[in-house]
Each structure stands twice: as C-alpha cells, then as structure tokens.
C-alpha cells in the first residue's frame, strides 16, 4: 500500500503524484476550485485549519515554493512556522531527530523540501500517525504540488483532459516537475503526452513513462493543445549537456512563431521563474496564450485543498473568518 | 496625474509626500491618530486588514523598518509575508516577474524597500488595479512614512504648523528622510523650513526645495521650535566628502548647550538609529527635548493609517479584534 | 528584591530559577498543566494573549529555542516578530537603544537569548514597567524555561520530587541548563541532586550548590530515579578540557548497560539537540526509559504558562479561539 494514502485510499501525505487513481487526482482538483472563489474575494482566509500548526521545513532554499506554501497555510488560518535548515550544518542521523523533535511539538504538518529523492517519503514514513507530510520538492524526483497546479490550469483552461494533446518541452531529465506533471496527465487521462528534448536530457526511463518522445521541437509542437516548458535548472546539470542558452533558445525555446504549428488555441505554461530568452520568449510569455501567473494563484488553492484533504477537514463550505 | 492618487484624489499608493496637497496629508495624520488610542491598549489589534495579504519586499536590509511594517500590518490583522531580495542574485529583468508572481498569489499590498531611486513608483506602475505599493524608502529618493510620522510626531507636540519653525540637520544630500519631510512640511503649511549642513551635503537642487539654507549650526538653531537630526548615512556617502566623526559632531553634532540658541521649548527628533556622539549628544538623546521614541510608537500608527487608506478601508470605528 | 518578582511576589520577568520559592515554582508547573491539555487537540490556540506583541530577540542563533518560544506565543494568540541580532555588526551601546525602539512599537514580551551572562536581567531592569522579559539563555548563566519543562517532566513522571535522586550528567561547568536545573530542582525540594562530571567539567562555585558531586559515572548513578545527560557543548568549552568524543563516551557516556545501577524505574532526560554516540546512546536514547521527547512537548506548555504568567493573564479557565 502506498505510503500517502491510508486504508480507505484517503490521502495522508502528498509525496508523489504517481499511483494516483483519477477519482483522488480530480477530488483534489474539485476541493481547490471551492477555494478559488475565496481566493479572489478582499478576505481571503478560511478558519478550517485554525489552531493547526504547519512547518515549512526547507532543505533547500526557495523563497517562491516557501511562500506559496505559507500563503495556502495562513489562508486556512494555521499558525506556520518557517524552518530553514543549513544541511552543511547538520549530519545525516540527527534529520530524523530534528523531525521528533518539531513533531513532539505537536505540529500538524511538515511542509518538505530537500534536495535528495526519497526525503519526504522517509519522513512520512516515520511521523505519528496524525501528522502529515507534503513534499514541497524531493532531488529530481517529485514536485506533486505543482503537477497538480498545472493540472487544475490545464483543467480551467481546457475542460476535459481526454481530447487534449500536452508537450513537455526541455530539461526532463533534471526536472522533478516534469517527472511528476507526466504522472498526473496521464493518471487524469490526458490523451496524448509528449516529451521534446535532446536525448542528453531525456531520463533513462523514458520509455516507461508513457510519454511519445520528439526531438525536434517544431514536430513535437505539431497539433498540441498545451505546450509546458520547463525552467533550464542549470544548477542540477552535472557536467556539459547543453552548449549554452543561446543555442538552447535556438533549438528548443518557445516563441510565437514556433507555436503556429500547434492548435490556434494553444496554450503555454511554465512552472517558473522564467528565464526570458532561454526556454521561452518575452513576447509569448507576456502574450494571450500565456497562462503562467494563472498557475501562479491556482498553486495557492491547491495547496490549501491538498492541506485540508491530508488532514480530514472538509472544505465543502468554507466558511470566512469573523 | 500622480500615479499614487485616483482619480477621486484618494491615495492608491504611497509613495512619495511630494506634490499631496494639505488636505491629504491632514488625513493621514488623523486617520493615525484615530488608531493610536489602539496601540496603547493591551489589545492591539483591529480586525480591519483581516485576510488581506502583505508582502514586506525588501531589498535592502533593514530589520527594524520591516519591523514596524509588519508589526502595523499584523495589528491590522492582515497577513504578512516577508520576502527578502537578494539582489545580486537577481537579474534586472526578473524584477517585474516577480512582483507578478507574487501579485499572482493574490496579496493586497507590497511594502517595497530598494536602494534605487523610483524603484517604489515603476512597482506602482505594475501592479493591479486592487493592488496598492507603499514605498519603505527608495534610493535617494523618499522615505514618506518616516516624514508623516515625524509629522506627526510634530502635530502631536506643538499643534499648527503654520507658526513653526524647523530645522533639518546634517547629510540632506544623501536622504531621502530629509527629502520626505521637507515636501510634507512645506505641504502642511510649516512656517519656516531650514536646513542645516556643510555644502558639501546639500543637494544640487537645493534652492527649489523651499529651504532656508545654513552652513552654520549656531546661526540655523537661532529660535527653532523642532530640530530634526538626520543619521550619519556613512555608507550612503561617496568619497571622502566628511572629515570624521569627531569632526563632524564638532560643527553638527546636537548638544544641549548648542539647543539654548533654540527656542525654549523646542524638540529634538531623529529618525533613528541614532549614533551617540556623532548627530546627537547622549544627554540630549535621553534628554526631556528629546521625542526620539515616541517617533517610533508613532510610526506604527502612521502605518496602519496608510495601509488602510490605500486599500480604500475606513478605519473610523475601529473594532476591537474578538 | 528580586528583580524578576513584583512586590506581592508575582513574576514579573522571568530570568533565572535561582532564589524562586517552592510556591512560586509549583505554581508555574501547575499553569503549565493546565495547558497540556489545549496543546493536545487538533484546536491548539487559546486567546489570551490576542492583540499582544511577543518580540523574539535573538543574539545568539537557535533554531531550535526559538521555535519553542514562537509556538507557546501563538498558541496564546498573540502576535510574534522574529528580530535575529547580528552582535558583530552592533556596538555594545545601541542594544539599549534597540530594546527602547522596540518598546516604542509598544511590544509586550521580549524574549531574548545572548551569549553574555547577565543580558537578560539587564533588559528587564531597562524595560517599562508593563513590559516582560524572558531569559532563553543568556551565556552560562541560566536557561530557566529549559529547566522548569524538565522540572515539569519529572513531576508528570515521578509525582513528588522529595524522595527523589537526580543525577545529572555532563559539562556542568559551562551549561547553563545544569546550573537552572539545580536551583529549580533544590527550590522544588528534591531529596539529592548529584552531578557527575570530571573535575575540568565543574564549575568553580560547586560546592555552594547544594548537590553530590561524583567523577565517576557507576557511583554517581547508583540508585537515582532521574539521570539528566547535558548536552556536550563543543563550542562553549575554551582549551583542550576534553581528551575527544569517543573518549568522553567511554567515561561519561550513558548506556542501557550503565544505567543497570540505577534505580529501575529511572528515567533519562537530555535537553537536545543529543549528540548520539557521545553523551548518550542512541539504544538509550530511543528506548522506554527516555523522556527526552516528553520534554520538548511539555516546553510548549511551560513557556505559554510563564507567558501568560509574566503579563498577569488568568488562565485557569482558557477558551478556545472561535
């Protein structure tokens, strides 16, 4: 049985959107659109978690990831507590300790992000059985938060995932995200994902992954109705894959022109930062097909649904705080 | 149109005290003043700000000016976040990004701190509709909420400005405290502005500021009601433009002997911290002239009153939080 | 008097245990008690310090401590800023005219941790007259709340504390913890408190403590209900006092095997962070007879009872926040 989901198949934990069935994957996506109403109104905060405590446990630094998650916490009312842990600083053994220790402080829920794969699950796997563990970004492994973001924009953009044909464009070797947006594509039922890159950023699994590979970028944009690309994350390439970002933009950056091969509707998203120039043009990312601050506030309702959902609290009607 | 006004003349934006007409800056004060019979509870809070989101952005350090921002906002009841901007790490471009991606979570109102000049106002510029930006000091530029607080510190214990006189002394070159305070001074009708300091820390524009000039401490003191001591901005300064700190406190530097040239009943400010010996003579500092530290309880009110009047709330029955 | 009692003998400050009276002592656990409860359910806050201003002041970094005292604040409701002190980038004069700033915010509480002895007893004779302050370890001198959660666990472990033996083991000689634990644990009216540590390790004042002092380990643990290992802190120790880790281990490192000669019953305490392999092993410290964990949770409780206490708050009836 998987670690994240408890004997009635409820989510405990979010670590992985992989396994997941497309009941649970469109749950989470129906309870943050009943936050997305919140969200737009002048109060935006929620008593469902008054009185939780949320632990943002940071491995690694990310001043945008950590906010998004303090935001969603405070607009449920939690008290969140923000801990930014210096690994160089701290030996391997005494991380389980520190999670006993933040735990016997009765907090609800750890909020993790670590650059080794596998962290959140270990630590999932040795919490008391009330609290809950959200991976907030494990190595290259998983970052099921923002699959899900990306899933709910494709959703409000698209309607149905069935019909639609979706391109990952970039880094997927390196990318966490796309690891994990290629899971939740498939496990909502998208009807075709491809992946556009050099074979030097294509992962050794590829094949397994259930994803139609492209490198050439103007072929694999042919006919598809979402394009995602990928932030080049220059810091997790070991050794030289890529000749420059020129030459990168040249190859596989997105821009207007290239998008007249795919649907006239398309649309494009990117988990962000961008990097403008590199993986996409200023001009498309500020132009009409853009939706990627639209994944920006979305990421925010889905924090707060996955957050209700891991701890049993029901969002249905969400009442606003007096 | 000033880009921190609506079309109705109210403030949408904080950003600078030049050019805001008597009326408003009256406001501002009153509207401080109705909250800080609050502050002075043992409950402090109001719910007024409650489920709005403010982001201290700060791109500069400063911990006890993102102090009394956030300390405003939380008895406000809004929600805080704070980012702080390691600019080196940053690239030009991206800083519009980001003020996009945090707009994109949906926060009300960023608190903006930055050493450039109109870094405040291009932020103004970019922002939403709903959004409002209050500028935390900008380069050179403007530091407004410190000139409403000492504004108001001066209202709190003289009453009319129109009788006074005023005395602003040291590096008016280098500050933007001193660039705040003349424009609000000379809006709300004070009487007689001097300013007080080498030539060598004047500004080029000097004569269009509606100052009296002075090189001499002696001369400038002569029946003063107020006198401002400005912070020695050491690292705000270029080249060898001060002989020393001795130096310096030898011409500049407040002492109460130096005072009795002053009215009777004048006061002493500072918009802290303060360096002992050099502006200021410790005596004086602690002394019965001094109104150092109540500048700062009024700094808090002065804050909250902006913060709600830019987001267009009325503060004028405030409630007591539940 | 006292400079932490008020003149019926209330706490008005809370800086060291030493000279508290057995009441006064007792009557801290039993607020703390009446807390545990509250820290228990998925609800954690009570609203009794809503509209209160807590100011973390930090001199001294820990994670660790400051999260303790930042979770007992809000889980009183009250407002809590975080204000890390950079000691090398500030004069010694201007701490005064830091703490009177702060102040002027109007600030409640101000807890606050320095590597000086002494710091904390001079804020509190600097503050207003409605304002606290806390002691979170101010150099060797004492870490009171540290010593009262471990005072609070004993009592929740053994009941009385007459009949009791208590050991503790360790760098007595630069732990503030162990200095805090005698004089809570003799004013608490303990049987025998002995302490176990080379002569390099005990303080020069030992014999004025009123406690046993052994040098070996199987002596010193013979019969004691209570063995408190210290934590060995590696960069508080000035010269060579120590021969190395594993050699420390071998003379005064806890085991299952050497706790044999205690009593039964004993349990083991340790303030954290533990260093496993050196003051104590990680058998022992995960095993039945270890508290340590008990300790952390019950340092919540103790900090919101001296929190409310210091502020004269009653929280004999606490209600849940709405």
Redesign the interface.
Known sequence: MSVQLNEHGELRHFLTTEGLDPQLLTRILDTAESFAGV???????VPLL????VVNLFFESS??TR??F??AA??LSA?V?N???DTTATKG??LL??L???????A?MFVIRHDQSGAAEYFARHVDPGVAVLNAGDGWHAHPTQAMLDAYTIRQQKGAFEPLRVAIVGDIRHSRVARSQIHALNGLGVGEIRVIAPNTLLPADVDTLGVQVYNDLGAGLRDVDVVIALRLQRERMQGALLPGESEYFRHYGLTESRLRAAHPEAIVMHP???N?GVEIDSELADGPRSVI??Q??N??AIRMAIMTMVLGVQPETPR???
């Open positions: 969200i737009g109104k002048s109060i935006k905060t008054r009185g939780r405590t001043t945008r906010t998004t303090e935001l405070k607009r008290d507590l801990v930014a842990v053994e005494s300790d520190m006993r220790n933040l735990q016997a402080m009765q609800d962000g930062p961008i403008r601050l639209d920006v506030t990421g925010i606003e705080a007096t």
